[in-house]
């Protein structure tokens, strides 16, 4: 391949999807491609799509659009969740000449080599349930605070979802790999890991050894959970910060709180989706918890860490969900104590099964719905910021320089603005709230 070929990647969806393209990035670097911004004139343009995005057709088209009027002889791409569950209506889409399933998108480079310019548009795809090897990725683009993914795939049918359909069955790197990993950007100078997956709570390494004394003890364990991984970090590792991006209420064990409370490496933040706070729409969603139990973990956070940040995921007007349902999820969120949520407008996906369920809720109900839980989530995030005024906590500040401002976040995940400071990049230091 001679070396002038360039590359850009775009992506759509997940901070999982973010870390897999950055890596995907730099195995065609290796393989000698030149890595250009999505903005400029490339050789082959890649689109690594998401699921979850209601328009993932429609964006995708644009995407394409835009690519063959600044590059009408490029080569575009097309992989990700969306290309696994879509394939021939990718495939379709005038300009696109390769889709790769979710099984093919890190043989991305082999499958460019056999590609020729003109040839009709080539799907390599397979069936999810054969979909059993785990890819691992980790984003890094000289930010301080890199995504790095542990786990793969969700074994749960949540009735909205379409993840699994995309994704495949729950699979996990071993522990000792992330270890591995974990040292390489240490040595980088990464400050900062979040730890990624689709259902990072499922997390199951088949097997895990630090040093070979630890050999024999755990060739006799079937498998390690999360909390190992947690506690392996915890024990072990050069980074000196780590999140937990997402994890579902009911695999948040009381062993993983403790462990976080007494942690000076792993920060006090937790993002745990909620979904919804009523239990005949939980039950609907088939999720796998009641409000009871979310209201217990938060609880028993807030004992342990009052000063934990704790996010939320919250669906509205999901199919059946009645102004009296809607109005219980508020209220039990305003007595709840969660710093912000990531609200979330239902909308219908294709082979789920929400789309069984009546009475459909008309979408300006659920935009309005939506409106007032954002608004919630505004006064919760304030009200935890101003509850942290005037005290002192770690910060750790990122690169970027927008008007003279950067950005940096305390352990417990309050945004501060600052006026820029070039020492402070890349640096967790005292700061006044």
């Known amino acids: 391949m001679p ?24 195995m065609l670097e290796h393989d000698g491609y030149t890595r ?54 990718i495939s379709s889409i005038p300009g696109v000449d390769l889709v790769l399933g979710a099984a ?11 590609l020729t310019k003109g040839d009709p548009s080539k799907i390599c795809s397979c069936d999810i349930d054969d979909v059993k090897d ?5 984003s890094f683009n000289g930010r301080t605070r890199t995504f790095l993914k542990v786990q793969d795939g969700c074994n749960y049918n949540c009735a909205f979802c379409t993840i699994p359909l995309a994704r495949g069955k729950s699979r996990s790197d071993r522990i000792e790999n992330v270890l591995g990993k974990v040292d390489e950007l240490g040595a980088a100078g ?47 590792s050069p980074v000196m910060r780590y999140r ?28 745990i989706p909620l979904q919804s706070g009523s239990n005949k729409i939980l039950g609907a969603m088939r999720r796998r918890y009641r409000k009871e139990l979310y209201a217990e973990k938060v609880a028993l956070i807030k004992m342990l860490m009052p000063h934990c940040a704790i996010g939320a995921d919250v669906i509205v007007g999901f199919p059946g969900e009645s102004e009296d349902d809607f109005n219980e999820t508020f209220e039990f969120l305003s007595k709840l104590d969660v710093s912000y949520l990531h ?36 006064e919760k995030m304030k009200n935890f910021t101003h509850q942290h005024g005037g005290q002192k ?41």
């Open 244 to 271: 937990i991006s997402s994890i579902e209420p009911n695999l948040l064990s009381n062993e993983i709180i403790h462990l976080v409370a007494n942690s000076k490496k792993i920060m006090p933040h937790f993002h």
């Open 36 to 89: 250009k911004d999505f903005s400029e004139v490339a050789d082959i343009y890649i689109i690594n799509t998401c699921s979850v995005t209601a328009n993932a057709d429609k964006e995708c088209r644009q995407i394409v659009r835009r690519i063959q009027r600044a590059a009408p002889g490029s080569t575009i791409v097309v992989t990700g969740c969306y290309a696994q569950l879509r394939p021939e209506e």
């Open 3 to 26: 070396p002038s070929k360039t590359v850009a990647v775009h992506t759509l969806g997940c901070k999982l999807n973010y870390a897999e393209s950055s890596s995907i990035s730099r």
């Open 104 to 114: 093919e998108k890190f043989n991305i480079s082999q499958h460019l080599k056999l």
């Open 343 to 378: 609200v979330f407008t239902y909308s219908e996906r294709s082979d789920t099964i929400a789309l069984q369920i009546k009475p459909v809720v008309p979408v300006p109900v659920r935009n309005a719905r939506n409106r007032m839980l954002r608004n919630l989530s505004y």
């Open 190 to 236: 990464v400050k900062e890991i979040v730890l990624t997956g689709i259902n990072l709570g499922d997390f199951n390494s088949p097997f895990f050894s630090i040093s070979q004394n630890d050999l024999q003890e755990n060739a006799e364990r079937k498998d390690t959970n999360f909390y190992s991984l947690l506690a392996a970090l915890d024990a072990s």
């Open 393 to 433: 906590r770690k910060v750790l500040f990122e690169q970027r320089n927008k008007y003279g401002m950067m950005e940096g976040y305390t352990d417990n995940y309050i945004k501060l603005e600052v006026p820029y400071q070039a020492n402070l990049v890349n640096q967790v230091v005292e700061w006044q709230i």
């Open 134 to 138: 785990f890819n691992a990725a980790y």
